[in-house]
Nanobody
């Protein structure tokens, strides 16, 4: 059973930084990619960015230059470094894993609240 657990969320002032973690466990079909999503209050869950098995990353335009995704394969953990956070980026942040067998898994989410 593959499980993903996000952590690191919290309250941050506008312009501040936060680092989220997504720890995985279980047997994962490799190679696999991972992604971060977020759901703001009253909105849909949207992609923030992803990282491939080879370490390539891609981000939505709104976070480019401010957010960075990386992964530590030895620790089976993915990270999301968020800098210069904006209040409107208040959301529940989720991580997703897409295995080579095309099965995808989701974490329970971690709340990030930006204050102005």
């Amino acid at each position: 059973q593959v499980q993903l657990v996000e952590s690191g969320g919290g309250l941050v002032q506008a312009g501040g930084s936060l680092r989220l973690s997504c720890e995985t466990s279980g047997t994962i079909s490799s190679p696999f990619s991972m992604a971060w999503y977020r759901r703001a209050p009253g909105k849909t869950r949207d992609l923030v960015g992803y990282i491939t098995s080879g370490g390539s990353t891609n981000y939505v335009d709104s976070v480019k230059g401010r957010f960075t995704i990386d992964r530590d394969n030895a620790k089976k953990t993915m990270y999301l470094q968020m800098n210069n956070l904006k209040p409107e980026e208040t959301a529940v942040y989720y991580c997703e894993l897409l295995g080579a067998d095309q099965r995808d898994y989701w974490g329970q989410g971690t709340q990030v609240t930006g204050s102005s």
